[in-house]
Structures are given as structure tokens and as C-alpha cells.
């Protein structure tokens, strides 16, 4: 391993982070892992880069040096970024698979048990198809989650940076429920945030903050779009400050005027949701039992409003599409996986109000030794303007 005075992490993290994985590996049988997923590479390297819609891949063997396989433009970033001694890099008009391949056999490893990623976004059927053409000797293995597993449990170190961004975000949110005002524009709106939030310590997110308004806040995943606010509209905003690549999002509903009446219930029920899920969160609770509290209240209620999601997703170490970590956890109906301390969500019980927009006060938390922590803490009201 390189030291490097600029890491994220001291080099123990990393070398924690690898002896996890290799004993992990050493119960599948591996002799080495492919990852090609951004997030894994991040976690295990210190790498990152907007670039991954080209082919970028981490061979980490059982024993001896891990070997990075990157486009030859984000080699610098590499050499910046990483403790890694090896790269081996490919150019523009090379087969970024035939790199992959011929460096396996550079370190003998192409005819070993061989992990890799079959669910990476980032590693297609095809270029699947024809690393298993040029190994044809090795033995390959789907394992998909291997590295995940350890991403779930977040170190203190971890922990203190997520804290960091979150002071990012609360700005960020404060900005933009100060901006909310009948005549100005959703762009206005998102302007603000994003300036205090980068003022605040935040570095690029991985999905840009949603600003909907009016009929626009009933469109999933609706972002700024120029539209003016008027009187009577609904106003959804969430973002998520980040700090080398870790994330911590937040949520708010708000309102141009007086809302209506039926707002006020479905604000109380909301508030109790989440109170009863931060009560219930603690070690040993499964994951589905914590969404049925949330779910349960919301099902409950008079007014008519539904939870069309899940109640939390893991969060942590994000890189575009998403700023969160759902596909190794979430909380959600059924799901029986252990909550354990360490673990960090963003928590979102909310409703959604037909004809009107939707409600929540979500925070990013960690699970404690004994309960839950609050990592973003802003004021969890409906705010009126």
C-alpha cells in the first residue's frame, strides 16, 4: 500500500476495509474479485470521478496488491486519489475487456475462481460475455454484495464525515425554504440551495436537489423546471450535502400560502410515523418490523394518504445515478435483514395527498448501540410561506 498524505481515510481504514473483504472472499472460495461497481471502487480505493460511464474496474486477489483497470484520462486521479500501486490503464481505441483480461494474466490469475459483479450497472451482458470467452479457464462467480456487506457498517470515521455533510444539507434546506415565495421560480429556488450548500462545505451530489412546485410536486423525482410559484402551491424539496461522495439527504414539504385543512392531519400523522420509527430503531429490530410501525400509522389514518415507498434506504457512499445505498438495504415491508449499529439510513416515512403534493420530514440517521441518532436535524414541520 502507497501512503498518501491527502487520503480521505488513514491508510488503516483502507487496509480494515480490504482484510474484510478478503475474509469474506476466503468463505466463497476466490481467489480474486472483480468489482466494477463506482461506489466499491470509492470504498475500497478512495477513487472517484463522474467518469465511470466508462468501463472502470478493481481486480482485488486473495493475496497481494489490488490492480486498478481504468480509462487512461482518469489515471491521474488515480495516482491523486488512491493508495494503489498498480494501474493499468487502457486508451480510447483499446477494448477496455482486453485490458481486463490481460492483466489477469499478467498476475496470474486467469484461470482461477474469479468473483465478480453480474448486477453492475456498469459491466454490461456483452463485455460480461467476453471477459468469460477470453478467460475460458477460470471459474466465475456472481458476487454481487460481497463488497456491499461491508459499506453497511459504517466506521466512526465514516460517521463523522457523513456529520459533516449533513451540517451541508441543513443549510442547503434552509436556503431553500427561505427562497419559497409566491412570483419566484423554481430555478430561484434551486439556485439558493445550491449555493449554500456548496458555501456550507459540499462537494458535487450525486442526484441534484429536487425542487417541484404546484401540480409538478405529484411527478416522482421531479427537479427544478422553471416554473413560477403561485398561491395555494405545494412546494417538495430534498437534497443531500455530500463530502467525498458521502451523502446525507433531508426532505421538506412546504407550502405558498395557507394549506389545506387536510394537510394539518396528514402533517400530525407524518410526525408520528416518524417518532414511532425512531423509537422503534435499535439493533436486533428487523428492518421489516421498523416499516411496519411507519406503515402501520399511515394505513391507520382518515384522510386518505398512502406511502407508495419504502420507509428508509442505506445511505452513505453515493455516486451518480443515486446518493443512496437502497440496493444492499432498505427498510421496507418484509424485509428480514437485522438492523445492526452503524448502520446509516434516510428515513422517510411520508404521504402522498392526491391533488395537493406529498408530506414528509425526513433525516438522515445512524443506528446506535442502543437506538437511533439524528444526523441531519432540521425543523421538522410543514413549512408555510
Known amino acids: 500500500m502507497r501512503q498518501r498524505a491527502d487520503l480521505v481515510f488513514p491508510l488503516l481504514e483502507y487496509e480494515r476495509r480490504l482484510t474484510a473483504l478478503r475474509e469474506r472472499m476466503a468463505t466463497r472460495g476466490l481467489d480474486a474479485v472483480i468489482t466494477t461497481i463506482p461506489e466499491n471502487i470509492c470504498y475500497l480505493s478512495g477513487f472517484e470521478s463522474p467518469g465511470h460511464y466508462y468501463f472502470n474496474a478493481l481486480i482485488v486477489p486473495i493475496q497481494g496488491e489490488p490492480v486498478a483497470v481504468p480509462r487512461q484520462l482518469e489515471v491521474s486521479g488515480y495516482e491523486e486519489l488512491t493508495w494503489l500501486e498498480n494501474i493499468r490503464f487502457y486508451t480510447d481505441t483499446e477494448d477496455p475487456i482486453h485490458k481486463l483480461y490481460t492483466t489477469l494474466v499478467e498476475f496470474d490469475l486467469h484461470y482461477k475462481r474469479l468473483g465478480y459483479e453480474k448486477n453492475s450497472w456498469f459491466f454490461t451482458a456483452a463485455q460480461q460475455d467476453r471477459l468469460f470467452a477470453y478467460c475460458s479457464p477460470a471459474t466465475f462467480v456472481d458476487c454481487s454484495g460481497l463488497v456491499e456487506a461491508g459499506r453497511l457498517i459504517k466506521s466512526e470515521v465514516e460517521i463523522d464525515l457523513m456529520r459533516q455533510a449533513a451540517r451541508a444539507t441543513e443549510a442547503g434546506m434552509r436556503a431553500g425554504v427561505e427562497a ?60 443531500a ?5 458521502y451523502h446525507a439527504p433531508l426532505m421538506r414539504s412546504g407550502f405558498v400560502g395557507e394549506p389545506d385543512p387536510v394537510v394539518k392531519t396528514a402533517e400530525q400523522v407524518v410526525h408520528e410515523a416518524f417518532e414511532a420509527t425512531v423509537a422503534a430503531i435499535k439493533p436486533g429490530v428487523s428492518a421489516g418490523e421498523v416499516d411496519a410501525v411507519a406503515r402501520g400509522i399511515i394505513a391507520a389514518s382518515q384522510f386518505g394518504g398512502t ?71 432540521f425543523d421538522r414541520s410543514v413549512f408555510v410561506k
Open 241 to 245: 450535502g455530500c463530502l467525498k461522495r
Open 307 to 377: 406511502q407508495a415507498s419504502r420507509t428508509a434506504y442505506s445511505v452513505g457512499i453515493g455516486l451518480p445515478p443515486d446518493w443512496g445505498e437502497g440496493q444492499i438495504l432498505s427498510i421496507q415491508p418484509k424485509e428480514p435483514r437485522l438492523l445492526e449499529a452503524n448502520m446509516t439510513f434516510h428515513l422517510l416515512p411520508w404521504v402522498q395527498l392526491p391533488g395537493i403534493g406529498g408530506i414528509s420530514f425526513s433525516e438522515t440517521i445512524r443506528v446506535t448501540e442502543t437506538g437511533c441518532e439524528l444526523l441531519t436535524n
Open 180 to 239: 419559497v415565495a409566491a412570483g419566484v421560480t423554481e430555478n430561484d429556488i434551486a439556485a439558493e440551495i445550491h449555493y449554500a450548500m456548496i458555501k456550507a462545505g459540499s462537494e458535487w451530489p450525486s442526484i441534484q436537489p429536487f425542487v417541484a412546485s404546484g401540480y409538478r410536486g405529484a411527478i416522482g423525482h421531479a427537479t427544478w423546471a422553471g416554473r413560477t410559484l403561485e398561491e395555494g402551491d405545494c412546494v417538495m424539496l430534498e437534497l
